[in-house]
């Protein structure tokens, strides 16, 4: 048998295990409930793994002391979502796993399984990083602090997300995209004060409108992007709430709240992107006679495929699947993805599975969306590519 085949054998406990945490989603670094479940399950398959006292990452180890250590990474966090779906396994609390994370544990737990049986055939270790928090704070770096990464070293990790991109080639539904360079950009947060004064709104010369300033601000910061950034270099900076007033129509508040998104794909851009807000902000605030205040926070840096690793991943999955299949991305993305701090220590590749599936109103929608939905029954795929190329980087 094929590791394609292998995992397909067990893809119904693959599925099962998915639909049992998706009714299970939480949120942050303490992930109680799902840490129980995965923990459970390493525990039926006679899989040893360390735990951690200050958030519920779990390291999982395979194999034996003969050779490299390779790392294979799986996020298990939900998001703050009331799920619309009816499905059986629909959430059963106000979280909602609108991401694909119960899919990445799931299939990392059948890699888990299938590791286990093949353990006497690796020559080298494997292990498994089962991390919470990828939605924030981030669970990455408190897991490489804690030491996920040392005895033994990792020489080594790949890490996979569900897919639902719209792809400039035909694809289906188990299909594997994989980029060489940025998987993922930098994705850093934004907060922005503006400070006013308040008063009556039909005596605005003795007022300081934060309102007025901060539309100014929104829009000199947009300028950043489309005058003062290379068009050749992919940069994001998106305001999603502007908070401020106190609901009367004729009363100008103190104060205005602005909460953002920077993404950038270059790390000297990003650095370039800070200082700018901060002058932006800085200089219309003294020329409207405001006050402010800019904090950068939660910053994580763009996950960085290693073209060997790339090449060794391509090798590996033309291997268990067709050609047509596996497919080189040149799409950017600008999502965030806090394994890249995994791949700032060591060597990686991350990919893609094409696993999208219709809602109820035959819509697929995007993901952190309240309708989304996905294919589980194509995740053997992801275990059947750890797989392989756990195999063919300890075994060549």
Known sequence: MTMLDEAKAISS??????????????????????????????????????????????????????????????????????????????SQNSNMHACGHDAHTAILLGTAKLLKKHENELNGQVKLLFQPAEEGPGGALPMIEDGALENPKVDAILALHTDRKIHAVPCKNGDVFVKYGNSSAADDQVDIEIIGKSGHGAEPHRCIDPIAVSTLVVTAIQYIISREISPFSPCVITFGTMTGGQGAENIMSNKVELHGTIRNQDLDTRDFVFQRIEEVVKYITKAMRADYKVTFLNGYPPTKNDKDMVDSFLASAHKILPAEDIHISAQESMGGEDAGFFYQKVPGCFFRLYSPAPFADGEVYPAHSSRFVLDDSVLYRGTALFLQNVFDQLNA
């Open 13 to 90: 406990e693959i599925v099962a295990w998915r639909r049992n945490l998706h009714k299970i989603p939480e949120i942050g670094l303490v992930l109680p409930q799902t840490a129980a479940f995965v923990k459970a399950r390493l525990d039926e398959m006679g899989v040893s793994y360390t735990v951690f006292e200050r958030h519920s990452g779990i390291v999982a180890l395979i194999g034996n002391k003969c050779g490299k250590t390779i790392a294979l990474r799986a996020d298990m966090d939900g998001l703050r979502i009331n799920e619309e779906s009816e499905f059986e396994f629909r």
